[in-house]
């Protein structure tokens, strides 16, 4: 089945940009989906259908998707926004949802 | 106030059964499909399986080979997760998430219940 690639870790300082990335094949032809998880907590929908953002969600969020990359983007980063984060997709193929590696994002 | 509230978790030794429910509140339940993902310690979420607003046509992660069971009471707003044959890998936290009509998102999550698989 399809697999998400994501990378483990990303470091980014306070007021800075954070972008997450997504890999996987064709993934521009897929709506693919956002999480932001803390620990102990339930996670949270950040980014849906590449790039809509949920009520309630900072503007600061934001997504892309096209060709085999999708990427999350977090702009004026704050301390709250360390978090592991998570693409995810319904892959029609498989009949399955597939879950991306998860990235963790550290505020310097 | 949406609200999603896993129970049944535990300790159980390897090769017993397990029952998880999932009770909901503040949205349509009967109208939504319903989802199980799991995240095994220091590891990554995973998903388990999906079960549509009408109970039929059930999905399962292929890694699960048939021990586990999703079902639904659309009367009292409630999933389960019948697990059978557990593993010590199944030692998870195990969120139920909810899925709006028509679409492939969870929009909401609760907060999961913990698994123990030991002897």
């Known amino acids: 089945s399809l697999v998400l690639t994501q990378p483990p870790s990303v470091s980014v300082a306070p007021r800075q940009t954070a972008r997450i990335t997504c890999e996987g094949d064709?993934?521009?032809?897929?709506?693919v989906h956002w999480y932001q998880h803390k620990s102990g907590q339930a996670p949270v929908l950040v980014v849906h259908d590449d790039s809509v953002r949920p009520s309630g969600i900072a503007e600061r969020f934001s997504g892309s998707n096209s060709g085999h990359s999708a990427t999350l983007t977090i702009r004026a980063v704050e301390t709250g926004d360390e978090a592991d984060y998570y693409c995810?997709?319904?892959?029609?193929?498989?009949?399955?949802?597939?879950f991306g590696s998860g990235t963790h994002v550290t505020v310097l | 106030q949406v609200q999603l509230i896993e129970s049944g978790g535990g300790v159980v030794q390897p090769g017993r059964s397990l029952r998880l429910s999932c009770e909901t509140s503040?949205?349509?339940?009967?109208?939504?499909?319903m989802q199980w993902i799991r995240q095994a310690p220091g590891k990554g979420l995973e998903w388990v399986a999906f079960?549509?607003?009408?109970?039929?046509?059930?999905r399962y992660s292929d890694s699960l080979r048939g021990r586990f069971t999703v079902s639904r009471d659309n009367s009292k707003k409630t999933l389960f997760l019948q697990m059978t044959g557990l593993r010590v890998e199944d030692t998870a936290v195990y969120f139920c998430a909810s899925r709006p009509p028509g679409r492939t998102f969870l929009d909401f999550w609760g907060q999961g219940t913990l698994v123990t698989v030991s002897a």
């Open positions: 995810q997709l319904w892959d029609y193929n498989s009949d399955q949802y597939v």
């Open positions: 064709n993934l521009g032809d897929k709506s």
């Open positions: 079960l549509p607003f009408d109970g039929m046509n059930p």
């Open positions: 503040g949205f349509l339940f009967q109208s939504y499909g």
